[in-house]
């Protein structure tokens, strides 16, 4: 008899862990999930979701960058796209019941309870943080535009220590506000117990790239450095892999260095090749957009092989993710898989076939007026070839996408287990990365370049500063589903915030009407007469 309730009792425990949307739940411990940014996590959402939090700053993100230059008057381009637009958002990181987000409002790292969005505890630096805290050890590790980089406590916010990358440097004025001639815009990224960032602004100034001990902040001892670089501009997520360090730098193309030694490898790419936008594959193929590259639409350019050559570029593609030898990619309009390798082969081909054209027939003109004929045959016979072969590689090309949906959210991608989660503007949705259906959209306010998967929930993103919390129904024991969670809002302030605020995180849980409504304080300045 015991040892048949014991059985029973063991399979209900199993059948709860299976059922606990929680059960499973990972973290999101940095930019894009991991130091090669991929944006992809074994997190699996339990679909529908609903609307769980709202947190409503008092003020949308105060970028680093105001825009897009207004033209490219050499190519006599307009409408471009910003290639610095690092920090449209406040983008997060989540472990475990906390949420975490650089301020560039109120130069600050906030934390929010998962589960409600009520703030648990903030911690300031002096300077505008741009780019999310990086989760590592039971500690957090961020940089701001006062030129450090800091560790804090992830459970209070206390700080371990503090690193400046160029001690007693100078000040400017950006954007009425003081920031160091060496902000650390890069992010603070984390691997084998070492901190990695860069403090870059004007190419004419030194930047710094740093290795410190990330228990200590000490930047003396084995693998450990503080390089003094020429003529660069480090800006954008930084990326790793088991040996390099990959630099955005904005309107210049990437660097990449050696993680051991900060010494630097190579750069990539050609004038135009510039942008923030970063990925690295498991087999350091490292993909970087969106640079003009004179073009008013920008591209992804995949950069690979033992010397790190372009093996191909997607025009018009804003974002992607990849795994398992797909890519996930849109572009133009389009929402698509591709199988990678093959894709990147025949696409490679067609581009060195479509270049080997355009030299034939630049002979071909430059060809004497006395040339003989069998010249100009010789040449058109090999144009002609080599034109032939494209529609053949073309066709199989399209073998290689398995499907392509319609799509308006072309700001960002995640994939989160089996589900592609993708923001628009004023809305996300959710497909399977089996086929490309649509299973699942969601109004949101502003634009959703920011989004995050774990803890059971979908953590939104929007540069309108909100950051909304969607998540499956509680699932109960012996029941299928339960009661729709109560929405959280944070109270909008009317005034912008004032030096040296906090954001306030005065929450007001919603049952369903107005009407039972109660306003419940845990921010340092929710009686503000600013903010109410």
């Known amino acids: ?132 805290p990086s989760l590592y050890d039971g500690k957090l590790y961020f940089g701001g535009d006062d030129g450090c980089v800091y560790c804090v406590r992830c459970d209070s916010g206390q700080t371990i220590w503090r690193h400046e990358a160029a001690p007693g440097g100078a000040q400017i004025p950006i954007d009425g506000r003081l920031a160091s001639l060496w902000p650390c815009r890069t992010g603070a990224l984390v691997q084998d117990s070492r901190v990695y960032f860069a403090a870059s602004l004007l190419p004419w100034q030194k930047t710094y790239l740093c290795a410190l001990d990330a228990q200590t902040g000490a930047s003396d001892g084995p693998g450990l450095y503080k390089r003094q670089l020429e003529q660069m501009t480090a800006q954008g997520p930084m990326l790793a892999s088991a040996t390099r360090l990959y630099l955005s730098q904005g309107r210049q193309v990437p660097l990449v260095f050696e993680r051991a030694t900060g010494s630097m490898v190579q750069s990539l790419g050609s004038s135009g090749f510039g942008g923030v936008f970063g990925l690295l594959t498991e087999d350091s193929i490292f993909v970087h957009g969106h640079g003009q590259n004179h073009r008013a639409d920008g591209e992804l350019r995949f950069f690979g092989g033992s010397k790190n050559d372009l093996l191909v570029t997607f ?43 355009q030299q034939l027939q630049e002979r071909r003109k430059k060809l004497a007026r006395d040339a003989s004929d069998v010249q100009r045959r010789q040449l058109d016979a090999e144009i002609a ?79 309108l500063g909100r950051i909304v919390c969607f998540t499956a129904p509680e699932i109960r024991a012996g029941t299928t589903q339960g009661p729709r969670p109560a929405q959280c809002v944070l109270r909008r302030c009317s005034q912008p915030m004032r030096p040296a605020q906090t954001m306030p995180s005065t929450i007001a849980p919603t049952t369903g009407t107005t009407a039972d409504t109660s306003v419940l304080s845990s921010g340092s300045n929710a009686s503000d007469p600013d903010c109410g």
């Open 1 to 132: 008899m015991g040892s048949h309730i014991s059985v029973i009792s063991l399979s209900v425990v199993c059948l709860l862990m299976i059922a606990s949307p929680a059960a499973h739940a990972e973290d999101w411990p940095t930019y894009q999930h991991d130091n090669r940014r991929s944006g992809v996590t074994g997190e699996q959402l339990q679909m529908p979701l609903h609307r769980a939090w709202e947190y409503i700053p008092c003020d949308h993100p105060r970028t680093a960058w105001s825009g897009p230059a207004k033209w490219d008057s050499y190519a006599g381009l307009v409408n471009l796209k910003s290639m610095r637009d690092f920090d449209p958002v406040f983008y997060v990181t989540v472990a475990e019941t906390s949420v975490f987000f650089g301020s560039s409002i109120d130069n600050a790292v906030h934390c929010l309870d998962a589960a409600s969005g009520r703030e648990k505890w903030v911690a300031f630096a002096n300077g505008p943080v741009r780019l999310p």
């Open 315 to 357: 025009p018009r593609a804003t974002t992607l993710v990849i795994h398992n030898g797909v890519i996930y990619l849109y572009a133009d309009g389009w929402l698509q898989a591709f199988d990678r390798d093959s894709y990147v082969e025949l696409q490679s081909r067609i581009d060195l076939l479509q270049a080997s054209i």
């Open 385 to 463: 070839a080599a034109q032939a072969e494209i529609p053949t590689l073309q066709a199989e090309l399209s073998a290689c996408v398995p499907w392509r949906v319609a799509s308006d959210c072309p700001l960002t991608l995640i994939l989160a287990g089996d589900t592609l989660f993708a923001g628009g503007e004023g809305k996300v949705d959710a497909h399977e990365a089996a086929t490309g259906e649509r299973i699942w959209t969601a109004p949101v306010e502003g634009r959703a370049y920011g989004l995050a998967a774990a803890a059971g929930s979908l953590f939104v993103s929007t540069d």
